[in-house]
Nanobody, 115 residues
Framework: QVQLVESGGGLVQTGGSLRLSCAAS????????MGWYRQAPGKQRELVAT???????NYADSVKGRFTISRDNAKNTVVLQMNSLKPEDTAVYYC?????????WGQGTQVTVSS
């Protein structure tokens, strides 16, 4: 099992940047994939970005070129750097850890982008 704690959310203007961090309670070295998902009011949770144990990344089309995911296995953290933010990026952002038989989620952090 692993506990995940997100931080770094907040209010930012259109075009601004935020850096989200996800701290894991144990080593993430062996975790198959880490990722960020988001859920806007009235919408389903959607994938934002993932990074595998080997470092391969995957992004939603809506964030490609603006967001960057990275993982630091030594610090047990995953970071989502978000640039050129848009109002449609407003959502609660959740950190995810995916292992072969289980998925773990953080409590979420609110990101609000004002127009």
């Amino acid at each position: 099992q692993v506990q995940l704690v997100e931080s770094g959310g907040g209010l930012v203007q259109t075009g601004g940047s935020l850096r989200l961090s996800c701290a894991a309670s144990r080593s993430i070295f062996s975790i198959v994939a880490m990722g960020w998902y988001r859920q806007a009011p009235g919408k389903q949770r959607e994938l934002v970005a993932t990074i595998t144990r080997g470092g391969s990344t995957n992004y939603a089309d809506s964030v490609k070129g603006r967001f960057t995911i990275s993982r630091d296995n030594a610090k047990n953290t995953v970071v989502l750097q978000m640039n050129s933010l848009k109002p449609e990026d407003t959502a609660v952002y959740y950190c995810n850890a995916h292992e072969y038989a289980s998925d773990y989620w953080g409590q979420g952090t609110q990101v609000t982008v004002s127009s």
